[in-house]
């Protein structure tokens, strides 16, 4: 029996972007892959990702002729924006348009019931139902009782359920297919983020770099192999004192593989990549 529950994971959205979306007039498989592409975003608490056709036709069950066709009509019509193409290695970044108003397909605006007024015209439209005065009152006192009404604070995550986001994110990158959260996988992420000083964003960086890392090594002599979440964590690299995870920070030995390289290029080191790589150095006995 199913039985979700926020502890699992959820998506925060903004009301009045929700608001946007339902009363858009969005076909079912436009609809569909709006969900996915904030469910990919938002709901790993980012703005952005890298998806796919096929990985949106597995996720909505859709085939890719119909969510390549609707895809297009949503990017074309400012929905969805593509903030990188994609290469031969990886797929493009994509995110929702949150500006609801740049939007080219037709919404259906709600009316704001004025209760002094003896009544409203009507909306002329051709597909839906027409709201009575009554209806309008009825459907605004709902609203209003819903927004009133006082929510339920939502229990803060325990450290376990903290990593847990660690390994989400890890089955979105379609490395190894995991059947679930296994006590070595926590074990290996709780180790790694003590011991190294990782944050769980930090844990997503590196398994990103794995990931470029991966696909831009395949079928070539030095190939990377694809990591089980437990190993790319908990296990030290061949013949080193460090993780192998360590080895996808700033100044690790793959940092550069998944970093664009451009003649004279050299990059800015901040704070942060500076700590990265004091780190990597420490544990290398550099």
Known sequence: MANP??????????NELLEAIY????????????LCVIRYTYGFKRKSHDLSISFISKATGVSKRYVS?????????????VLQEHTDTTSRILALNKNYTQWNISRTVVQQVNNTSTGEQEQHTTDDEL????????????RNIKENTKEIPIPQKS??????????????LGLVNHQGYRKDMDDAIKSAMKNNGYTVEECKKLLDRHKQTVEATKGTQYQVRARPLHEFFGQKAYQAKHLICAEYEEGGKHYTETEPKEEGYKPKIS???????????ARQGL
């Open 23 to 34: 009363s858009t007039g969005f076909n079912g498989t436009q609809f569909k892959i709006l």
């Open 131 to 142: 709201f009575t005065t009554t209806d309008d009152e009825l459907f605004t006192q709902e």
């Open 271 to 281: 704070d942060y990549d500076a700590e990265l790589i004091a780190r990597v150095k």
């Open 159 to 172: 450290e376990k359920e903290i990593r847990k986001e660690v390994y989400d994110y890890y089955m979105t």
């Open 69 to 81: 066709s609707e895809l297009s009509r949503l990017i074309d019509n400012k929905v969805i924006a």
């Open 5 to 14: 529950q926020t502890e699992n994971g959820f998506t925060r959205i903004a």
